[in-house]
């Protein structure tokens, strides 16, 4: 968590880097009693993905804070506190099964993607319903919810999707680290469309929440 003199006003910003992204995002406020020493809609979340050894987020508060800086610029303000940070190393799974016998492996245990696009649980949440449909016509028509068969066309079913996404991040990385002058150029150009062009921000939100294929 860290927090800035400029209000998050809902508005998550990510930046790209040859060494990966780097996003800033808003964060609620706790509940409060009005006594606490935060202000509301100052806290955000920082994902920073750095070249494996890095160590840039166990430093002290303040050279955290300056580092987090240099490294986002001044899009979101000052960063002016920073809490607790973590590491975690990237790993990019499909599972070989989803499904043996009547068990089924859900989330990150059957897929677990780079964060660049934030796609990991809205995926999750689509596995989620198609289970939950296919079950749920199995119960009106009084058969097993466990039923092998069942499950594996569950597995097959939401295979593609999966796949979609994981390629779709892996291009994400790739197109924004990427140090060919041809491929940075043709991404600069992509983004300024991609902010400019009317229409284009719905149809890219549809793609990668699953709307559309
Ligand atoms: C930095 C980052 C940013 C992300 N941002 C987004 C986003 O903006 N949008 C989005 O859709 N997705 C995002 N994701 C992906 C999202 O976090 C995952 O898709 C989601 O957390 C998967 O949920 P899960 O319950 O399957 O796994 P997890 O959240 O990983 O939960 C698994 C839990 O099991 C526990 N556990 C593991 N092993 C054991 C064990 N042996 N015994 C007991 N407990 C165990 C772990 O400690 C953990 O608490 C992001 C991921 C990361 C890393």
């Given at each position: ?20 992204p ?6 609620t ?8 020493d935060?202000q ?15 160590d ?10 300056a ?9 979101a303000?000052?960063f002016?506190?920073?809490?607790r ?8 799974v ?18 677990t ?7 990991g ?9 198609v289970?939950a449909?296919?079950?749920?016509a ?5 058969e ?5 068969q ?10 593609s ?14 197109g924004?680290t990427h140090?060919?002058?041809a491929?940075?150029?043709?991404r600069?150009v ?20 699953g709307?559309?294929?």
């Open positions: 968590m860290v927090e800035t003199d400029k209000p998050h006003e809902h508005v998550a910003i990510e930046r790209f880097s040859p060494a990966g780097l996003a800033v995002l808003p964060l406020d706790p509940e409060g009693d009005g006594n606490d935060y509301t809609g100052y806290r955000r979340s920082v994902v920073w993905v750095c070249p494996k050894g890095e840039k987020y166990l430093a002290d508060d303040a050279h955290f804070l580092t987090l800086q240099q490294a986002f610029g001044e899009r303000g000052t002016v506190a920073a809490g940070r973590g590491a975690y190393p990237l790993t990019r499909l599972a070989d099964k989803q499904v043996e016998g009547r068990c089924v492996i859900m989330g990150n245990a059957a897929h993607l780079h964060p660049v696009a934030g796609q649980f809205n995926l999750c949440m689509r596995d989620a319903h289970l449909q296919m079950m749920s199995q119960v009106l028509k009084g097993d919810i466990g039923d092998t069942l499950l594996k066309r569950y597995e097959t079913a939401r295979l999707d999966q796949k979609r996404v994981i390629r779709f991040c892996d291009a994400v990385v790739h924004f140090p060919n002058p491929i940075k150029l043709a600069n992509a983004l300024v469309a991609f902010d400019k062009l009317p229409n284009i921000k719905p149809l890219v939100a549809n793609y990668a929440m709307l559309k294929s």
